[in-house]
């Protein structure tokens, strides 16, 4: 099984936190739609010996297509690539975008999944963050999409300066009122060359506290395995049947294209990616040309990966599979590396799987670049 991402480069405002590749601009959105679907049917070859199971419209802001836009690219899929009988089919999306009308537009479309960027309830953390929508909204949106959709993941932003443990708890319960059964929730973190990087250095806005967000980050996994969802990545709790698929295949290291300006794309064994450029991607596209750059992994480059990707789900990183596809060197130097973190109960071993304890959890990626290895080629 493999998936197909589709990057929406588009977006009404800039979110003072966002490092992705978007523009503010919908001049060229016909001319990307149409690009997007070329790049679909140029790349088919690619996956002709893969199901594809999952679709996800990503940015960006997928959420300001027109339903017409959507329609075109599921169809444009449909018509190159061989997809399971059930797909999971994503869009991401803001809570302005969510009116009424345009979510029963959207139930009636192979669209099975939304994933919308609440990020707060609380009107001061979204006018910080600078997002479009306002407090109303994401609950309006809210009330109306669990009417229509079944599967609904959204967005919850902690460790916002300002930002108490009370109000925090707050924003967990009312997204839990809703019944959702998805949940990704990350620290606000400071990108370089972000507004949000700039308003910090010149003293406007609070730098973040790394303290605050690990408490805020324990509250989430109490108040949520308290409510039934699994913790199954760092970022991410789903409900029994509701982890993203999307997201668990890319974590499980499954193969995966990425389609549109800036979009990666993973095979097991090398790695592309697309010009972050609306303008020189579309270019390229009309003259059927793939503006793509590509590195051959290393396997001590696939090790690293696969590290990082482990160590944050809960299916944990397997010290068999280490010895199977990277050899002994590599799960000796593990072994030897993970010592002190097991030592200091922030990992443990259990059936040969190495996974966070709950103390480490919070800890994982910096505890994933120690165990980096570093030497081979």
């Not at 978007?22 to 679909?40: C, G, H, R, Y």
């Not at 295949?249 to 990666?264: E, N, V």
Request: with cysteine.
């Amino acid at each position: 099984m493999s998936g197909i991402y589709i990057h929406i480069p588009f977006c009404k405002q800039a979110c003072h936190y966002c490092d992705f590749h978007f523009s503010t601009s919908l001049k060229k959105k016909d001319e990307m739609v149409l690009a997007i679907a070329n790049e679909l049917k140029l790349r088919k070859r690619e996956m002709e010996h893969e199901t594809v199971e999952t679709i996800y419209f990503g940015g960006g802001t997928p959420s300001i297509l027109q339903i017409s836009d959507f329609l075109l690219l599921i169809d444009t899929v449909y018509n190159n690539y061989l997809v399971t009988e059930n797909p999971e089919i994503t869009i991401e999306a803001n809570p302005d975008d969510l009116t009424e009308e345009r979510i029963i537009e959207l139930s009636k479309t192979k669209i099975n999944r939304l994933s919308i960027g609440i990020q707060s309830f609380f009107e001061a953390d979204l006018k910080l963050m600078n997002r479009a929508h306002n407090s109303e909204e994401a609950k309006k949106c809210l009330a109306i999409a669990t009417q229509y959709f079944d599967n609904i993941s959204l967005d919850l932003i902690y460790g916002i300066p300002g930002m108490s443990n009370e109000i925090w708890i707050q924003n967990i319960n009312k997204a839990l009122s809703y019944g959702i059964s998805h949940i990704s929730s990350y620290a606000l973190t400071v990108e370089p060359k972000t507004a949000l990087h700039a308003l910090i250095q010149k003293g406007k806005i609070a730098k973040p506290n790394d303290d605050v967000a690990q408490e805020h980050f324990s509250i989430l996994v109490e108040l949520l395995e308290a409510n039934n969802f699994i913790h199954y990545e760092l970022s991410n709790f789903g409900k029994e049947n509701y982890f993203s698929k999307n997201n668990s295949a890319y974590w499980l290291g499954k193969k995966y294209i990425g389609i549109g300006p800036s979009a990666h794309s993973f095979n097991g064994f090398s790695r592309s990616w697309n010009v972050s450029n609306n303008s020189l991607y579309i270019d390229a596209l009309s003259k059927n040309q793939l503006p793509n750059e590509t590195e051959i992994l290393t396997i001590t480059d696939r090790y690293n990966e696969y590290i990082m990707t482990g160590l944050r789900t809960i299916w944990g990183v397997s010290i068999d599979k280490i010895k199977q596809d990277f050899g002994n060197i590599y799960a000796d130097y593990l072994l030897k590396q993970v010592q002190k973190y097991l030592n200091d109960d922030l990992v443990f071993i259990e059936n040969n799987l190495l996974r966070p304890t709950k103390k480490g959890k919070f800890l994982t990626d910096g505890i994933a670049s120690d165990l980096f290895y570093l030497n081979l080629v």
